[in-house]
């Protein structure tokens, strides 16, 4: 059975720091190319990182450029999100999603895993 | 920035009815990286869609994708209880320069 779990949300106060991370079992998670995705209480989707396979490829959406450090650990089958300098608007559902299998170097997106999500609340 | 707007914002319908929901890009896009995703309340979004027209495994064929270019639309034949949701398009541009970006979603709600 496929599992994504995600864990290390909480309350944090302005300015503060966290480190989510994103457990997986199931699946070859060293194939899949990784996404933290976020959603703000009654919002849309907003796509917060994306890191290749091997790691060398990462981008960051506008809104946590410079602030948000995603890395994973193919050996523990693991994504993780090191986020600093939070505010108030990076209050939201985070979801890690693996929507990308990477072989032979090509990729595919026809098959999608997602977790559950964590909440991460920062507020004073 | 490429910029996905979806419309409508609420599609009302009832069941057994027709649903087409429409995703534009703000400029031409490769259909290899259109998804679409169906979200119910307290849940992950699920894939339905990838490659503007590919149902994910386990979709039911009611749900079909369509479009090139800027133009993109998702059609649900039918719509059962189950389908009534928020649905997105997401671009995953995973070529350079990467793009991820998902339109603001429609809600399909009972009529």
């Known amino acids: 059975e496929v599992q994504l779990v995600e864990s290390g949300g909480g309350l944090v106060g302005p300015g503060g720091s966290l480190r989510l991370s994103c457990t997986t079992s199931?699946?070859?998670?060293?194939?899949?190319?990784v996404n933290w995705v976020r959603q703000a209480p009654g919002k849309g989707l907003e796509l917060v990182s994306y890191?290749?396979?091997?790691?060398?490829?990462?981008y960051y959406g506008d809104s946590v450029k410079g602030r948000f450090t995603v890395s994973r650990d193919n050996t523990r089958n693991s994504l993780y999100l090191q986020m600093n300098s939070l505010r108030a608007e990076d209050t939201a559902v985070y979801y890690c999603?693996?929507?990308?299998?990477?072989?032979?170097?090509?990729?595919?997106?026809?098959?999608?895993?997602w977790g559950r999500g964590t909440l991460v609340t920062v507020s004073s | 920035e490429i910029v996905l707007t979806q419309s409508p914002g609420t599609l009302s319908l009832s069941p057994g009815e027709r649903a087409t929901l429409s995703c534009r890009a703000s400029?031409?896009?490769?259909?290899?990286?259109l998804t679409w995703y169906q979200q119910k309340p307290g849940q992950a979004p699920r894939l339905l869609i990838y490659?503007?027209?590919n149902r994910a495994t386990g979709i039911p064929d009611r749900f079909s994708g369509s479009g090139s270019g800027t133009d993109f639309t998702l059609t649900i034949s039918r719509l059962e209880p189950e389908d009534f949701a928020v649905y997105y398009c997401?671009?995953?541009?995973?070529?350079?320069?990467?793009?991820?970006?998902f339109g603001g979603g429609t809600k399909v709600e009972i009529k």
């Open positions: 997401q671009l995953y541009g995973r070529s350079p320069p990467l793009t991820f970006t």
């Open positions: 400029q031409s896009v490769s259909s290899a990286y």
């Open positions: 890191i290749s396979i091997s790691g060398g490829t990462i």
């Open positions: 999603a693996s929507p990308a299998f990477c072989s032979g170097g090509s990729c595919t997106l026809g098959s999608a895993y």
């Open positions: 490659a503007a027209s």
């Open positions: 199931g699946f070859t998670f060293s194939n899949y190319e």
